[in-house]
């Protein structure tokens, strides 16, 4: 049985994408996926045989979700479905690990066919060898300052004790913190921390004082 994934950021286009597979004659089981936040984990536990990407409504969200996937299921085909075959979006998505690129307007039956003809090698497609992206840690997009008050939250310095220490008002260190939050893809102070530490960015705090920072708070 085939393994399908669908990644798309609205629920009509997730419906019509596993739509096509559903009436297609082939066996298959079909997994879809909301594909606002990173989906790294849902596709590891997918293990699935090919993901369709739809271009979305968000610039460069589609080309970040076929990053993961090739990172997170390296032996499937990545496809990306897109509504019209603009060469920029197209390059960008090669260049993020798509095998391929898929018209939305051929139709859900004939996006499944062609997904299928792809995964049986019937389809001759140019990206087969280009390389899988190298995987870069989220906290590597942190500034020093985001990064200083990680660590901190990661000690389990309250946001005053923080604000006290760097200068700053509670009001700065909160809007730092809301940038490590996003950054790092979690939602509250202990799964912060518990990045932190499981990342070993929890340093001796007198080795960081010796440490001038390159930005200002």
Not at 109 to 132: C, Q, S, T
Not at 192 to 207: C, M, N, T
């Amino acid at each position: 049985m085939t393994r399908v994934l669908v990644i798309a950021d609205r629920a009509s286009a997730l419906k019509l994408i596993a739509d096509g597979f559903a009436d297609d004659d082939q066996s298959c089981a079909v997994v879809c996926v909301d594909g606002v936040r990173p989906c790294d984990d849902p596709i590891r536990l997918a293990k699935p045989d090919v993901i369709l990407v739809d271009e979305m409504s968000a610039p460069g969200r589609a080309v970040a979700r076929i990053r993961e996937a090739r990172l997170n299921a390296p032996k499937a085909k990545v496809l990306l479905l897109a509504g019209r075959m603009h060469t920029a979006n197209v390059s960008e998505s090669i260049d993020a690990g798509a095998h391929g690129a898929i018209g939305k307007g051929l139709g859900q039956r004939a996006i499944a066919a062609i997904a299928h003809a792809m995964l049986a090698g019937k389809i001759y497609h140019v990206f087969e060898d280009r390389p899988a992206p190298v995987e870069l840690p989220r906290h590597s997009e942190l500034t020093p300052r985001e990064l200083e008050i990680l660590r901190f939250v990661a000690e389990g310095t309250s946001n005053a004790r923080i604000a006290q220490s760097l200068w700053v008002t509670e009001q700065t260190v909160k809007f730092h913190l809301s940038n490590v939050y996003r950054k790092l893809g979690v939602a509250n102070r202990t799964e912060a921390s518990h990045y932190a530490h499981v990342h070993g960015l929890v340093a001796d705090r007198r080795a960081l004082a010796a440490t001038p920072l390159a930005e200002a708070a």
